[in-house]
């Protein structure tokens, strides 16, 4: 054996390298490549988090400060214009228009109405005259830039915005992606997955179209991708991943089947993906990284409110209570037989006997640390570790997942954090969001209403 067990081989390392010889260690296990990558971050982390000690608690309030001003400058400048070296990007437009749009919305900042109106005419560009939008002007529909064009002109919020969804047509591109076996693929012809069971099932919940033929067997094709680990995989056979796993999750509560998969060890799973760095890794063995701040801690916000149903699997008559996730998803606790493994870990039992009546299910006051002081760059803008450089993708997660941290004590949805929920300034806080669809709460209520009109 060339490592001992202790250090087992990530699977995504490649094998031809992996493992290597450590220089440092020439008589101890030799470890991968990814091992020694973790011990890189690790102490980088250490030594930003050092600084944090033997100063006083208003020094620390400072250092732990969200530099909102500075955000919003360098989301507003990228909206208007981007480098050359987004060119990589251009099949993705409408992404950073929801990117960027959905950060600006979180930091509470309105938009002028002449930029709202120019990514409404974009939008309305990039969609296709049989339905859906796709990457850019001219570009095939794709169920993953209809769900960030929709989520966009929801954020966007304005009677302009949201009229121009037609939504006749993206329920025609909804049922042309709807494969036999009940799960969707991404394109015409293309690739069959979770992400495009979410996509599909999020825009067409949020527009009010979703029916019997768009949910008819996706909920099958979720579970044959819950892994033998607990949490949810791309497709069947694949290696649980955060990303999948709130992509799974989200798809089962918004079609009420969510007590279908195996919740407890689900929880196990994405409990265990916290780690010492305080922020999350988006599977087993592998790196931080500031966006499994949502895809991850959005999957605990999600399972904090499914709580009595983990109870309900594990033993029918413990506990009784209903869903608190609202109109979208109308699970009662009644309504579920008992049913699952029936096992759970110690630690999720402790969990919910702690947690079921209130208080989430990690540490929100590290995960705050490690987005504002490892993640967020001063200048503006967030990144996925130290070391790395800042983009719209990991600013628009860094910061769902610091709104999702800072509200997950609060009992109702949105209701005021006290101020022992926010690290740093009370200044810091975000607006709450909807965690299934990750669009700011408000402007969901808004939407709800215009789409429960017609
Ligand atoms: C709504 C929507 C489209 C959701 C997408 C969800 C999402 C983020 C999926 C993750 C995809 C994936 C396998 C990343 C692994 O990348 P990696 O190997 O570079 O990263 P890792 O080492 O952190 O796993
Ligand atoms: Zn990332």
Same mark, same amino acid.
């Given at each position: ?53 033997? =100063? @006083? ?8 400060? /969200? ?20 060119? =990589? ?29 120019? $990514? ?33 002109? =929801? ?24 494969? @036999? ?14 992400? #495009? ?40 056979? @694949? ?10 999750? #989200? ?36 790196? $931080? ?9 959005? =999957?605990? #916000? ?8 983990? #109870? ?95 509200? @997950? ?19 810091? /806080? ?25």
């Amino acid at each position: 054996m060339e490592s001992s067990p202790s250090f087992s081989t990530s699977f995504s390392s490649p094998p031809s390298t992996n493992p290597i010889p450590n220089p440092n260690l020439d008589s101890q296990p030799r470890l991968t490549v990814t091992q020694l990558e973790q011990l890189k971050v690790e102490e980088k982390v250490a030594e930003i988090y050092r600084l944090l000690n033997g =100063v @006083s608690a208003h020094a620390r309030s400072l250092m732990s400060e /969200l530099w909102c001003d500075k955000h919003v400058e360098f989301l507003t400048r990228g909206l208007k214009q981007l480098g050359p070296s987004y060119h =990589v990007l251009d099949a993705n437009r409408p992404w950073l228009c929801y990117w960027i749009l959905h950060s600006i919305a979180l930091l509470g900042e309105p938009l002028d109405t002449e930029l709202e109106n120019d $990514v409404v005419d974009f939008l309305s560009r990039c969609e296709d005259e049989d339905g859906g939008y796709g990457g850019g002007p001219g570009q095939l529909p794709h169920l993953a830039t209809t769900y960030a064009a929709v989520n966009t002109l =929801v954020t966007l919020g304005s009677e302009n915005a949201l009229s121009s969804i037609n939504r006749d047509n993206i329920y025609k591109f909804l049922l042309r992606m709807k494969d @036999s076996s009940g799960a969707f693929r991404m394109h015409d012809a293309g690739e069959i997955d979770v992400r #495009a069971c979410y996509t599909a099932i999020s825009v067409a919940s949020i527009l009010n179209i979703l029916d019997y033929e768009l949910v008819k067997d996706v909920g099958n094709y979720i579970l044959r991708c819950q892994t033998y680990e607990g949490g949810i995989s791309g497709e069947p056979g @694949s290696e649980a991943h955060g990303g999948y796993t709130f992509c799974g999750l #989200a798809t089962m509560i918004l079609i009420n089947e969510a007590d279908r998969l195996d919740l407890s060890s689900l929880l196990d799973w994405v409990a265990f993906r916290q780690g010492v760095e305080c922020g999350f890794q988006g599977r087993t063995n592998k790196l $931080v990284d500031g966006c499994y701040s949502f895809w991850q801690g959005g =999957v605990l #916000a999600l399972m904090q409110r499914l709580l009595p149903i983990v #109870a309900k699997q594990l033993t029918p008559s413990s506990v009784s209570g209903e869903s608190s996730l609202g109109s979208t998803c109308n699970i009662k606790s009644s309504d579920l037989a008992g049913q699952g493994s029936g096992k759970l870990s110690d630690v999720s039992f402790s969990f919910i006997k702690r947690h079921t009546e209130s208080g989430p299910l990690f540490h929100t006051i590290a995960l705050q640390q490690y987005i504002l002081l490892c993640s967020q760059v001063l200048e503006g803008g967030f990144k996925d570790k130290p070391g790395k450089q800042r983009d719209f993708y990991h600013t628009c997660y860094c910061l769902s997942g610091l709104s999702v941290s800072q509200y @997950s004590w609060s009992k109702d949805a949105g209701a005021c954090p006290l101020p022992t929920a926010i690290l740093g300034p009370y200044s810091n /806080l975000l607006e709450p969001i909807h965690p299934l669809h990750n669009v700011v709460l408000d402007k969901y209520y808004i939407s709800h209403e215009f789409f429960s009109r017609s």
